[in-house]
């Protein structure tokens, strides 16, 4: 285990998922401090949202869990921990491309493809967050994709060149840390404001489909603090959908 400005880094050449991995480390007693990163070349079976298969060639990308202990979080905000790994990673990339989003809740975007993905497990204790798992699935420098994914895109394609994947997981972990250190003293309001910034679709009428598979037109109001997103559909309807009850057309 190496530090780097107060983050802790492990590194294994090949897991069946980071996520899984740091869960079995917590399982057996294993000290996981506040915060460490656990990184991987290789995961024989990277996980997605819905339980869906993440796509990652050898070596060629950024796939990670941070394990951190927040535990000033409420059960019910645990949606800020989703909203600053989103931003951290929107952030970065932007420094590299323009047209960087966060298609809700956590997904990261390049226009209409998708360049990252975040999977999120918390351990809650009472009313407060004990352990959370964050991992990160970013698409670096991957040139050619062939699983059924849609609208899969990597850095590397979007600009013409490899990117350092080292430069720029310590990137995403210098603005992680940074919003992190505020969420500790109960602070999120404009950690909030700039995932707003950054939504994808922020503004305008769009496509959506719900769980039945209905399609309708609505428009972003906001997410709330709970994760929920808040749409106005074209009769002027407001309501509020939680994570899997709806889907964008794209």
């Known amino acids: 285990m190496t530090e780097v400005d107060g983050v802790r880094y492990m590194h294994r050449c090949e897991v069946t998922s980071t996520n899984t991995y740091a869960k079995e480390l917590l399982a057996a007693g294993v000290d996981l401090p506040d915060v460490t990163v656990l990184t991987a070349d290789f995961q024989t079976g990277g996980r997605g949202q819905r339980g869906n298969s993440w796509e990652s060639e050898r070596g060629q990308n950024l796939t990670f869990s941070l394990v951190c202990h927040p535990s000033r979080v409420a059960a019910h905000h645990q949606f800020v921990l989703s909203q600053a790994i989103a931003v951290a990673v929107s952030q970065t990339l932007t420094e590299y491309v323009d047209g960087i989003s966060v298609k809700w809740p956590n997904d990261i975007y390049w226009h209409d493809r998708k360049l990252c993905g975040i999977l999120i497990e918390c351990n809650l204790v009472g009313s407060a967050v004990a352990d959370c798992i964050i991992g990160v ?91 929920h997103l808040v749409l106005r559909h074209a009769d002027g309807e407001v309501r509020h959908y939680e994570f899997k009850e709806i889907s964008f057309v794209i």
């Open 137 to 227: 699935g970013l698409n670096v420098n991957q040139t050619v994709f062939v699983s059924d994914a849609p609208n899969p895109v990597s850095l590397a394609q979007i600009i013409g060149m490899t990117v350092n994947r080292d430069v720029l997981l310590q990137a995403v972990m210098s603005r992680f840390m940074s919003l992190y250190a505020v969420l500790r003293q109960g602070g999120a309001e404009a950690l909030q404001a700039e995932y707003m910034r950054l939504l994808y679709r922020r503004t305008g009428m769009y496509r959506y489909r719900s769980r039945d598979g209905v399609e309708f037109m609505a428009e972003t109001v906001g997410v709330e603090p709970t994760g």
